[in-house]
């Protein structure tokens, strides 16, 4: 269904772009028309394919203006319940449930959004300045009480706007650097995170005062995580100083916050004694915090009369200290909300709550959640780097073990339980050795600071053993953290196939080591187990993967629960549908039964950190559609349990699916095909990250990162990443089942929200492939016999795919059950399909020319299709 508003604003912008475009290139409007068949060259090429990478962008922030006044008018005409995604709906929905009930669950609530400099933002940040501008300008335009002069004046500025992006280059110069990519993700905290939380927190304390009549405040139920500055995964440009560089950037964002917050807060409250009798209780507190802060005795004249202008001024100057290291500073955050609780407790007592609310308040929920840090930030390294810095150490003393020996498990136990290790001269070790025990000291020094928090768990990627959790803390050991209980917490990341079937085993046997199990275990009995989605995919395909995670979830449940831990799953999801992208509610709504207690963790990669998180009203329903997700669930008393036909008919499905997918991949001639079907060896001249696209160096297709491996297969709209093996997998069950196997899984779609959600997933896309812009891709394998044979294969299984989704869904046409998604590829397809001849052009011109020189017309087009399908990896 059309929306009016959206449809008005979009003719509208369009008319803006076009003015834009008339005057500073008009050659390229024939172009823009469909006037002019013929592809452009040389400079008009580079304007069209930059004016058309911008009419994308608008489209986007027209959509998301839209939905955000699409939310606020279901909330007026139907309250707060009538919200998608919002506390209010979830609290309405969540049947005959009591206080007591709601209360723990409430306090068990905890989410963690973390951020990662993964590169997949094709973007400069200057882009995404002018887009959040354009965006606030559209909100105020919403406002229907300007003057047709003030009207135009608005639209005029957002041309402006659109002029200026004409006038900027899209495209990064050079790659970023860690340090950029710091600031990059600080930048979202400033623009709307800081803001979005206490606006999330109120929406939690009104829901549940409706529904439950509670004047109880939410509990801090967020915790932002960062991988910024501290993945050093494949990355070597991320160094210890880039670590340290990050946890100073991440405490100066949030200072700078609360300073900036108490001038207003200090400006505003003009109280004076002698009008609001105040009591001497709340007036001693308030001497209490101007006593405590430097430069005293000018405190008490600066605003003679006015006690909470003093408190205030007293708190920010306090701040300041803490800023700079100074005496008088506030030695942790705790003492900073302390002060806080006793000026809305003061602004209470004079029957002045609408000020604490509006002006203290707010800066005390931010500083409930973000501490002095910002954000926790985690450190994340390969189990290859860890392993190989441990053989080094023990060469020092002697012939190294071999990993995965006997001998190897036994040395790494011995030296676990013993009460001292052997002395080490770091000195010896080679630099990458340094590097970790560097790193390791420094995350033990955070730890013990002011702000523990600060510094979070070190994630171990690729973990394949128990050893190689192990070796970890054997590490940690010998950078300084004991030998009773060691405070760093180590996260295991599963991620191929194999290993997340390898989980549970892993888990079990690492728990009988005392170091390791007083070391995992949280408060909670908790322990913390990161499972990746992306390299799943490219291990086995998207069916397979799906299930995979979702057997590896229910057996490491049920491993821990013998052992009366229970897990926080930390999931490792991408944008894209074949990197665990997926709407947050119904993707967590699909997780298996008993594998979410209160807790969950989720990545925020890329462009998908933009598009969530750079306008505060977008960033507060993000939020809250996670928070209030996870709540629902946790307060679904009823979950059913995987029904027997149906983990048989999956595990089924799982395993034909894997099949064919991993027989093309294995077809003799794949690899060549992928690389030259697809602009995956032109991916770097985009310059998106500070990170290599491949962890090693290496160029066989085992290293290739998950992300280009998606972003190649969406370029050339193959898309095999997000459905192959899926029709194959069907069509097998339905032949070995016959009409029974039609039935079921019929009934599966109806009634298993993973089966539908995998469905919903793989239709999806389905509808954004193309095999006509496919095959055009294939004729740019030099081999032609093989381009021919490994394309036949992929469109036989498009084929196959479709066919499969009529028999599930009973739908004849792609993409009909998603309106809205079909609309709005509708209005870029057309353009899109004329980006992809392009592309293709340009690849064959920078090919023969075999200088290894991309050009700015490639590039210009890889931001064009990823602008218009909204992803990149």
């Not at 009016?4 to 772009?17: H, I, K, M, S, T």
């Not at 172009?31 to 068949?37: F, Y």
């Not at 606020?72 to 139907?78: F, H, N, P, S």
């Not at 897990?567 to 699909?590: L, M």
Request: with cysteine; charged share 25%; proline share 4%.
């Amino acid at each position: 269904m059309s929306d009016p508003y959206a449809d008005r604003l979009r003719a509208e912008v369009f008319g803006l772009w076009k003015n834009v475009i008339t005057r500073r290139v008009p050659a390229v409007l024939p172009l823009l028309a469909g006037a002019e068949k013929e592809l452009p060259e040389g400079k008009t090429l580079i304007s069209y394919l930059q004016a058309l990478n911008i009419w994308f962008q608008l489209l986007t922030i027209v959509e998301e203006n839209a939905a955000m006044r699409g939310r606020r008018q279901a909330e007026t005409d139907g309250g707060p319940q009538a919200v998608d995604g919002s506390f209010a709906k979830a609290l309405s929905e969540c049947g005959d449930i009591s206080v007591a009930d709601f209360k723990a669950s409430a306090d068990r609530l905890s989410v963690g959004p973390t951020l990662t400099a993964h590169p997949t933002e094709a973007k400069r940040v200057t882009v995404l300045e002018i887009h959040r501008r354009i965006y606030r300008a559209l909100v105020t335009l919403e406002t229907q009480h300007w003057t047709p002069h003030e009207r135009r004046e608005l639209l005029a500025t957002i041309e402006s706007e659109i002029d200026l992006l004409m006038l900027t280059g899209e495209l990064r110069l050079e790659r970023p650097s860690p340090e950029d990519e710091i600031e990059w993700g600080l930048q979202f905290f400033r623009d709307s995170l800081f803001d979005a939380v206490p606006e999330l927190f109120d929406a939690f304390h009104v829901a549940a005062h409706n529904r439950f009549e509670l004047e109880d405040e939410p509990t801090p139920c967020l915790r932002f995580h960062s991988w910024i500055g501290g993945d050093r995964d494949g990355n070597p440009n991320v160094s210890i100083q880039t670590t340290r560089t990050a946890l100073e950037r991440n405490r100066t964002a949030i200072l700078e916050k609360y300073l900036s917050a108490l001038i207003i807060a200090g400006q505003q409250l003009s109280i004076s004694a002698s009008i609001s009798g105040l009591q001497p209780d709340a007036a001693q507190a308030l001497a209490d915090i101007i006593a405590a802060s430097p430069a005293e005795g000018d405190n008490f004249r600066a605003n003679p009369g006015e006690q909470f202008r003093q408190a205030i001024s007293a708190m920010r100057r306090r701040m300041v200290a803490t800023r700079d290291g100074a005496e008088k500073g506030y030695r942790h955050v705790s003492a900073f909300i302390s002060d806080l609780r006793k000026v809305e407790d003061a602004l209470e007592s004079i029957g002045a709550d609408r000020l604490a609310t509006r002006l203290v308040r707010p800066i005390r929920w931010q500083a409930e959640v973000f501490g002095f840090r910002t954000v926790t930030l985690d450190v994340r390294q390969n189990s290859s780097v860890t392993t190989r810095v441990l053989a080094d150490i023990w060469a020092l003393t002697g012939a190294a073990n071999e990993y995965g020996t006997p001998e190897w498990s036994e040395r790494l136990r011995t030296e676990l339980a013993a009460g001292e290790l052997p002395a080490l001269d770091r000195d010896k070790l080679d630099a990458e050795g340094q590097e970790l025990l560097g790193l390791l000291d420094l995350m033990r020094k955070t730890l013990h600071g002011n702000d523990p928090q600060a510094m979070g768990p070190f994630i171990l990627s690729m973990t394949r053993s128990c050893d190689d959790l192990l070796g970890v803390f054997l590490l940690a050991r010998y950078a300084g953290f004991g030998s009773e209980k060691l405070d760093l917490r180590v996260v295991p990341l599963f991620e191929t196939i194999e290993d997340l079937r390898a989980a549970p085993r892993i888990l079990e046997e690492l728990l009988t080591v005392p170091l390791a199990r007083r070391s995992l275990v949280g408060v909670a009995q908790t322990i913390e187990i990161m499972l990746g989605y992306s390299d799943s995919n490219k291990d086995g395909g998207f069916i397979c993967s799906t299930w995979e995670l979702e057997k590896a979830q229910r057996n490491i449940s049920r491993t821990l629960e013998a052992q009366e831990l229970k897990p926080v799953f930390f999931h490792g999801r991408g944008g894209s549908v074949s990197r665990g992208g997926a709407p947050t509610e119904r993707a967590i709504a699909a997780q298996p039964k008993g594998t979410i207690h209160g807790k969950l963790r989720t990545t925020e990669q890329g462009e998908v950190v933009s598009s969530k998180f750079a306008n505060r009203g977008t960033a507060r329903h993000e939020l809250e559609s996670l928070a209030s997700s996870v709540l629902a669930r946790s307060l679904n008393r009823h979950v059913p349990d995987i029904e027997p036909d149906f983990h048989d008919a999956l595990e089924a499905l799982s395993g034909m699916s894997q099949t064919a997918y991993s027989t093309l991949l294995h077809k003799p001639g794949f690899i060549d095909y992928f690389q030259q079907a697809s602009p995956v060896e032109e991916l770097a001249m985009l310059k998106m990250g500070s990170r290599p696209a491949r962890r090693f160096g290496a160029q066989s297709l085992d290293d290739l990162r998950a992300i280009p491996w998606v972003f190649a297969w969406s370029q050339n709209r193959h898309l095999i990443t997000g459905w192959y093996g899926f029709g194959s997998a069907i069509a097998s069950f339905r032949r070995f089942r016959q009409s029974d196997g039609d039935a079921l899984l019929q009934r599966m779609f109806a009634e298993s929200l993973l089966f539908r959600l995998i469905v919903d997933e793989v239709e999806k896309s389905l509808f954004h492939a193309d095999m006509d812009i496919a095959a055009r891709y294939a004729t740019l394998v030099t081999d032609t016999a093989v381009g021919e044979e490994i394309f036949g294969l992929i469109r036989r299984e498009y084929e196959a795919g479709c066919e499969a989704l009529h028999a599930v869904t009973g739908c004849a046409q792609i993409g009909a059950r998603f309106p809205n998604m079909k609309g709005r590829f509708a209005r870029v397809r057309g353009e899109l399909d004329r980006v992809h001849d392009i592309q293709i052009a340009q690849l064959r011109q920078i090919r023969a020319a075999g200088d290894g020189k991309g050009t700015v017309p490639l590039m210009q087009s890889m931001n064009c299709v990823a602008a218009a399908l909204g992803w990149t990896g």
